[in-house]
């Protein structure tokens, strides 16, 4: 096993760097190597970490790089079970400086929160503030590498002692065996999760909402956050301590119900991890010959959907798929929006266009193999001169939809729960949608 821990110059592996590291590598039950040293991170050390740690950056400019104490970090870990506190932030950010040197580094992981809470089940709180006051482990420096390595590898010794081979090794058993679960998140909280449509809230140490999502397969989905290595993803991860999941029946009453759910209780990670509102869309411009220019923005209920021939989530994307269809109908470019030149476009003296730009292609011809080359992509109208119902459940609570957007929900008296003031398009809503209405034109209920 090698304890390990790491002081940094932020809070996520994208835009910070580690500051000190510090590892304890044991085998048999005996230390046989240490290693520590701080790391000059290329960049300033925040006043705030400064405060934390004590660290400056006077301290560590003359201090290596990662990759100069790399291989020598990577000889220490080496085939061991890496061992941390709130493991996944460690491990994400070494996992990410080692990766900037082309070292793989994928270990078996073992978090000291989640031991502490499987082998000390009656205690509350397991932050390592808390276990040191607890179990009066003796420490020089808190929010230092080594010392606080040093505690969690105390912890390690005292809670074997106190266990007994048997529920150490039991408690970290089962852990490897689910190491890509929250540190405060009991397996249990898993283990009647079915792979059902349905929806599930993510709840921090008081039961507060943290997160709402949705999906077909429940369980699936709730373990791909927590196998996340995106910094939000972790970060969300680190405050789950609970779970509480909704069965819907259906994909449609599951989207339906993680929309009414995130405007009541509005958790703050659907906030962080917002939903893409705007969009590149290929919008078609009026003229004799049909041709798309790309605009960005958002969709609301005025928007003209009959103009979208395609919907994107980057213009470079969007670009991308008109340079494809350019080419395989044989459009022209100029029309596409891929050209500006003022006569024929370059592909007509190539062979590859037929003269759309110039006139010489008949426009009927033309705008037809338009229509076929975007049919697949092209938003469909909405079929009603308004706003319908849309059942909910089997209790008579409706939801509102219009343009393929969530307005709002009416419960079984008729009376209006939750608006939505600012109605947004999204594409996998419009998508359930659009199938639902499809294929159940006699369940909606007209206003």
Known sequence: MVYVDIETTGGSYRNSRVLEVAAIRVEGGQIVREFHSLINPDTHVPSFITQITGITSEDVVDAPRFEDIADELREVMDGAIFIAHNVRFDYSFLKAEFAQTDIHFNPKLLCTVRLSRALYPGQTGHSLEKLIARHNIPVKARHRAMDDTRAIHYFAQLAYDE??????????????????????????????????????????????????????????????????????????????????????????????????????????????????????????????????????????????????????????????????????FDLCPKLMGLEKAKTACFSYALGKCKGACIGKEPAETYNRRFEQALEHSRIAEWPYDHAVYIPVNDNGDRVVIQNWMIQGYIDRYGEDVTTSSEPSFDVDEYKILKRFVRENSDRIMFI
């Not at 140490?205 to 939000?232: D, W």
């Not at 509480?244 to 509005?266: D, M, R, Y």
């Not at 969009?279 to 010959?289: S, V």
């Open 163 to 328: 266990h007994g081979e048997e529920a150490f090794a039991e408690a970290i058993s089962k852990q490897l065996k689910t190491q890509y679960l929250p540190a405060h998140l009991d397996f249990s909280e898993l283990e009647d999760i079915g792979n059902v449509p349905g929806v599930y809230i993510f709840k921090d140490e008081v039961n507060r909402p943290i997160y709402v999502g949705k999906s077909i397969t429940l369980k699936k989905r709730v373990v791909s956050h927590f196998q996340s290595m995106a910094p939000k993803e972790v970060k969300m991860s680190q405050q789950v301590h609970y779970i509480e999941t909704i069965p819907t029946g259906s994909e449609l009453a599951a989207l339906l119900l993680e929309s009414k759910l995130v405007k009541e209780l509005q958790p703050l990670f659907n906030r962080m991890l917002r939903r893409q509102t705007s969009y590149a869309m290929l919008i078609k411009q009026p003229g004799e010959y049909a041709q798309v220019s790309v605009v960005s923005g958002a969709i609301d209920t005025e928007t003209d959907l009959s103009t979208i021939y395609g919907i994107y989530p980057t213009r470079m994307k969007a670009k991308q798929r008109l340079v494809e269809l350019t080419r395989t």
